[in-house]
Nanobody, 124 residues
Framework: QLQLVESGGGLVQPGGSLRLSCAVS????????IGWFRQAPGKEREGVSC????????NYADSVKGRFTISRDNAKNTVYLQMNSLKPEDTAIYYC?????????????????WGQGTQVTVSS
């Protein structure tokens, strides 16, 4: 059974950092592109970042460029999202998602497998 489990969320002050993890099981990460998405209250889900199955291609939303870094460790079946210089507007539930294939696309409709999400709250 294919599963994705996010962790690492929490409460952080503006300017702080968090590292989210997406641990996958039930499939070999090597064949899958992974995306991170977020959804704030009252807003639509938006793409944050994605990484191709090889790790050679990454994309970021303009709002997080220069602050967030996506990476993957296929040996550990885990994808990470390092979030620095966090802002209150980064507050949301963060989800990771998987799709078998090589293309890194930041559209939620591209992905077939989703985790349950982890809450990130940026507040003083």
């Amino acid at each position: 059974q294919l599963q994705l489990v996010e962790s690492g969320g929490g409460l952080v002050q503006p300017g702080g950092s968090l590292r989210l993890s997406c641990a996958v099981s039930g499939f070999t990460l090597d064949y899958y592109t992974i995306g991170w998405f977020r959804q704030a209250p009252g807003k639509e889900r938006e793409g944050v970042s994605c990484i191709s199955r090889s790790g050679g291609s990454t994309n970021y939303a303009d709002s997080v460029k220069g602050r967030f870094t996506i990476s993957r460790d296929n040996a550990k079946n885990t994808v990470y999202l390092q979030m620095n210089s966090l802002k209150p507007e980064d507050t949301a539930i963060y989800y990771c998602a998987a799709v078998r294939g090589a293309m890194c696309v930041m559209s939620s409709s591209w992905y077939g497998y989703w985790g349950q999400g982890t809450q990130v709250t940026v507040s003083s």
